[in-house]
């Protein structure tokens, strides 16, 4: 069984960052690649980063590539979003998840544990 713990949503303004984090516990960490999504209220899940276990390779949505950083500590049992330059568009609760063995997937439906979220607010 795996758990997942989001942390480090919060209020801020246009233009401001904020770092979240995602605790995990569970064999699952140590070998499969992990990922960020975020829902925005009337709106379907979407993909925002991704990252493998070996922390080579990285994937990121459109939306955010170039402003957002998806790390990971092994260590730890931890992966990170460092989001910067965030806009209102941005707002949303922010989810960690285990996606099934084989890589980074683009789909929630490929993913088997998640987070129950963090709030992220971005103001005008």
């Known amino acids: 069984q795996v758990q997942l713990v989001e942390s480090g949503g919060g209020l801020v303004h246009t233009g401001d960052s904020l770092r979240l984090s995602c605790a995990a516990s569970?064999?699952?960490?140590?070998?499969?690649?992990m990922a960020w999504f975020r829902q925005a209220p009337g709106k379907s899940r979407e993909f925002v980063a991704g990252i493998t276990y070996s922390g080579i390779t990285t994937d990121y949505g459109d939306s955010v590539k170039g402003r957002f950083s998806i790390s990971r500590d092994n260590a730890k049992n931890t992966v990170y979003l460092q989001m910067n330059s965030l806009k209102p568009e941005d707002t949303a609760v922010y989810y960690c998840?285990?996606?099934?063995?084989?890589?980074?997937?683009?789909?929630?439906?490929?993913?088997?544990?998640w987070g129950q979220g963090t709030q992220v607010t971005v103001s005008p």
């Open positions: 998840g285990v996606p099934k063995p084989g890589g980074i997937y683009l789909l929630p439906s490929q993913y088997d544990y």
């Open positions: 569970g064999r699952a960490f140590s070998t499969n690649a």
